[in-house]
């Protein structure tokens, strides 16, 4: 890796074993893979993914990794990576999901391009199994992501790009509902991300959409956000009511 990575991408563990190899088989297809700072946060997982982790570090001098002496949820851990991201342009990919090989070349490209965006996603294939196969169904994600298509459409979905310079007004993850406005005793488990871009939705904040399924999203049947459900597990939902009640004023102006 060059001494300035082009992105930050951050993948966060957790009983991860099963998906482990063939992700790491897989990321070293990127074609910019030696210019992305990949940043590993084992949160405590009891699979060993930390110990592999760290053999695969010897190979390549871009991975950094990080065990956790706590078990600690996903956005937590992008919180810590978000932090210590040594790239002006971050992403997360998790591992049970996938992105075309040329993905994060082709999203730092355009990222560079349109310099005024702030955020930038993409259609997104779902897959009922691991295979990632380019004939799975399309979920064409909203072309604009207003407060609306965040809230009620899941824009703009998993592994979007977006600048670090994001959070500098906009804070971390599942933050502002329990630090700053004290409305939840608990941290959001499953829904954060939707929280943290509808947050910077009403902050203004500029989101562009990539019109091609460049992702490849896994329902995971043992996943927190799908399980019991293929696409929206109880947690979730319970999780997406919080977040509706909460920004409910926000809503209503923006219907109107």
């Not at 406005?181 to 991300?193: P, R, T």
């Amino acid at each position: 890796m060059k001494e300035e990575p082009k992105i930050t991408v951050i993948t966060s563990l957790y009983k991860a074993g099963g998906f482990l190899e063939d992700f790491l088989e897989d990321i070293q297809k990127q074609t910019i893979f030696s210019d992305i700072d990949w940043y590993f946060i084992d949160a405590a997982s009891p699979d060993k993914e930390f110990e592999r982790l760290i053999e695969f570090q010897k190979d390549f001098r871009n991975v950094r990794v990080r065990r956790m002496r706590e078990r600690i949820g996903i956005y937590p851990a992008w919180n810590i990576g978000i932090k210590k991201a040594r790239a002006d342009l971050i992403s997360n990919l998790n591992v049970d999901d996938r992105v075309t090989h040329d993905y994060y070349e082709f999203m730092v490209n355009k990222m560079e391009k349109y310099k005024e965006v702030d955020v930038m996603y993409t259609d997104v294939r779902y897959c009922k199994t691991q295979e990632y196969l380019d004939d799975s169904p399309i979920m064409k994600t909203p072309r604009f992501c207003d407060l609306y298509s965040i809230a009620f459409f899941g824009a703009p979905h998993n592994c979007p790009v977006w600048r670090k310079s994001l959070h500098e007004k906009n804070g971390l993850f599942d933050e502002s509902l329990h630090e700053d406005v004290g409305l939840f005793d608990e941290s959001l488990i499953s829904s954060g991300d939707k929280e943290f871009w509808m947050r910077a939705n009403i902050l203004g904040k500029k989101f562009k959409k990539i019109n091609e399924p460049l992702s490849y999203y896994y329902l995971n049947p043992e996943g927190i956000s799908t399980k019991g459900d293929a696409f929206k597990s109880e947690a979730s939902r319970t999780e997406d009511d919080r977040i509706l009640k909460h920004y409910e004023r926000e809503l209503a102006n923006h219907a109107v």
